[in-house]
């Protein structure tokens, strides 16, 4: 189930020389669907591959047709194995060791661009064990600046990146000009950053003449032209916001088609590492050069009936156009209706963050592209989406990560969450998974008031490509945001696929606050949430007698807030009327946190104890006892009386 965290690892493989390394790493090749290589001393045990010859020649045979390797050897030995195959950081594997006792993982190699670090992260929070990372990004709480993009699927360009990840290394000021794409990566970085957002050289404040920054950062759609010699270190990151309007004559080549983006793009200065897709008329859905192109450079398609088309103001529409194809233009339009169709105020309202907004959307007027050796014609024109293509399939994560201290939560949940390249919750459970977060990713806390705004937002995110972790505390699924998000993705007519869809599951109180007094929950029992905020008091109130009617443990969820007070001592009376005034009651507050608070009380006493909105109050059935400070309900049947 996990394995979709490790996603974009896949193909990944595991290599282990001993029993004990393979005992290690048999977990994750479950979770992950990993092959376990071993040697043929180990090839009585189950599930593992048995490579021949020397393991060097067989890391050699992995090495170009996997994203990941991970070992549990020695860092010595693993260093000498892939010694002589290391060739480029952008395209050598992920390397991570895990060491003999299972106790650390260490990132290896290719800790950014090939995810060794990210896949450091998640392996260790599987194993529960410490991850460790040697890079300095990650040592100063910075996502890195050659990785910074991928969330948002932007291109990573030309430039010098070694250069400039060692300036921000050295916490040196790194000038930032962000002219496309989203800013969201901009609101999450830590106090004290070295990125410095704007141009020192254009304003005369006393502030700004004191920057000099020692590298840059471009991040736009702009082909930049970087002189060596310049004292400047420069990248370039090129978000994918560019949307091609293309309309072209009945069997215009796929060559011709390609020139004229060439052509157009270069005559602009704009990149195609940009280029977010193309755009067109329904009527051209089948025209072979486009079609064919778009499936070669991983372009989607994007083509709107004459109607919409109509609809968008153009500068240049045609007659000759509007009596062939029923709009006047077709590049222009469909180019503009395509950048401006995601709901940029949907992404950034309440975050603060204001959208890239190109003064123009429409960068290139339509152009006229025609070849005397080529048949056909092609009409390009270019828009700006204030909205990055990100090319991803979403996800959303939901997780629930227990009742309170990080003990509680599961292996797996924490790995969902590490995972994630936005994490969404209640700022209260934000603050309680801190050291999980890793540099770089989007956190957005929002009061508990809000569940379904939070909702939205991360499917909203989801939706436009990121990873997305929304937590509840305890169990997600229960009183939880499993459902208001699963709620909210069926009522946009959600197909159960896109985005994708995990829960992890989490301890959930009832549980949390059993185990803090003995064995209460031990036959069955009943769940009951007080909170008549999203279901009718009296559907709560029946749901109370048939619960005490049919002798059911009880778990009251939500049992007071300050302005709700009644509602707890109606279900007293509504016990007291089936269960003797001795029966006993737990009153846990806050279990596993750091205020946590135990009271065993009987029914009849129950209302003297405090009971506030971080308690879960158990009520026992006919049998359930007192035995020193334990709390016990019989496993058996047997019900005296
Ligand atoms: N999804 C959560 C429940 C959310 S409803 C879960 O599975 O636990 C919120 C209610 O849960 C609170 O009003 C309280 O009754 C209970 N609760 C949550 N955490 C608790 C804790 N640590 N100790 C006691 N009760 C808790």
């Known amino acids: 189930m996990m394995a979709s965290v490790f996603e974009n690892f896949q193909p990944l493989a595991a290599i282990a020389t001993t029993p004990t390394g393979a005992q290690i790493l048999q977990p994750l090749c479950q979770t992950t669907g990993a092959t376990l290589w071993v ?34 050897l020695a860092a010595g030995a693993v260093v000498r194995l892939i010694a002589p195959l290391l060739t480029d950081k952008s395209s050598d594997p992920a390397v991570v060791v895990v060491d003999q006792g299972g106790g650390f993982v260490i990132s290896l190699c290719s800790g950014h661009q090939g995810g060794a670090d990210q896949l450091t992260r998640l392996i260790a929070s599987q194993l529960d064990s410490t991850p460790i990372l040697t890079g300095a990004a990650a040592d100063l709480g910075l996502p890195g600046v050659d990785v910074l993009g991928i969330p948002f699927g932007w291109y990573r360009g030309e430039g010098d990146w070694t250069r400039v990840s060692a300036v921000v290394a050295r916490g040196e000021i790194v000038q930032v000009i962000q002219e496309a794409g989203s800013t969201l990566w901009q609101a999450h970085l830590r106090d ?75 005559g602009y200065g704009l990149s195609e590492n940009a280029i977010a897709g193309i755009a067109t008329i329904d009527l051209k859905a089948d025209e072979v050069g486009i079609v064919q ?97 990100t090319g991803r399939l979403g996800k959303l994560l939901l997780v629930g990560i227990g009742p309170g201290n990080l003990d509680q939560i599961t292996p797996a949940a924490k790995t969902a969450i590490s995972s994630a390249d936005a994490v969404i919750g209640y700022s209260l459970y934000i603050n309680l998974i801190t050291s999980l977060r890793r540099p770089g990713q989007i956190i957005e806390a929002l009061p508990i008031t809000q569940e379904s705004q939070r909702a939205k937002r991360a499917i909203e995110l989801a939706e436009w490509g990121l990873t997305v972790a929304v937590v509840s505390s305890g169990d997600c699924g229960i009183y ?64 109370l007698e048939a619960s005490a009617a049919a002798d059911f443990v009880t778990a009251l969820y939500n049992p007071r807030s300050r302005n709700r007070t009644e509602q707890i001592a109606i279900a007293q009376r509504i016990f007291l009327k089936h269960r003797k005034p001795d029966t006993p009651v737990a009153i846990v507050v806050s279990a596993y946190r750091e205020d946590e608070k135990i009271t065993l009380t009987t029914l009849d006493k129950m209302l003297e104890i405090p009971i506030d909105m971080l308690t879960m109050v158990l009520i026992g059935n006919q049998s359930t006892d007192i035995h020193q400070d334990w709390m016990i309900t019989p496993r058996g049947y047997r019900i005296e009386g």
């Open 39 to 72: 040697p043929n001393s180990l090839s009585t045990l189950e599930q593992v591959a048995v490579y021949k010859g020397s393991l060097k020649d067989h890391i050699a045979s992995l090495w170009p047709n996997h994203r990941a390797l991970v070992f549990c």
């Open 192 to 266: 004290g950053h070295p990125f410095y957002f704007g141009f020192p050289d254009n304003r005369a404040t006393t502030e700004s003449e004191s920057i000099s920054p020692k590298a840059r950062i471009w991040i736009s759609a702009t082909q930049q032209q970087f002189s060596p010699e310049s004292d400047l270190a420069n990248v370039q990151w090129y978000p994918r916001v560019l949307w091609l309007g293309i309309g072209c004559e009945r069997g215009t080549s796929k060559q011709l088609i390609e020139m004229a983006i060439r052509q157009t793009c270069e």
């Open 293 to 389: 192109l778009c499936q070669e450079r991983h372009w989607p398609l994007r083509t709107f009936p004459a109607e919409v088309l109509r609809s968008v103001t153009v500068p240049n529409p045609s007659d000759v156009v509007a009596a062939e194809v029923g709009t006047p233009s077709v590049a222009e339009a469909a180019a503009l209706y395509s950048a401006q169709e995601l709901k940029v105020s949907k992404l950034f309202a309440n975050v603060g963050q204001k959208p890239m907004l190109p003064e123009q959307p429409l960068l290139v007027p339509k152009q006229i592209v025609k070849s005397a050796n080529q048949v056909g014609a092609v009409t390009v024109a270019i828009a700006q989406s204030p909205v990055e293509y």
């Open 480 to 543: 939880g945001m499993a459902g208001l998000v699963l709620e909210e993705l069926r009522s946009r007519g959600w197909d159960g696929k896109t985005p994708q869809v995990q829960v992890f599951p989490g301890i959930t109180a009832l549980q949390a606050a059993a185990s803090r007094v003995g064995a209460p929950l031990m036959h069955d029992f009943c769940a009951i949430s007080l909170s008549d905020l999203l279901t009718p008091w009296p559907v709560i109130e029946k749901r």
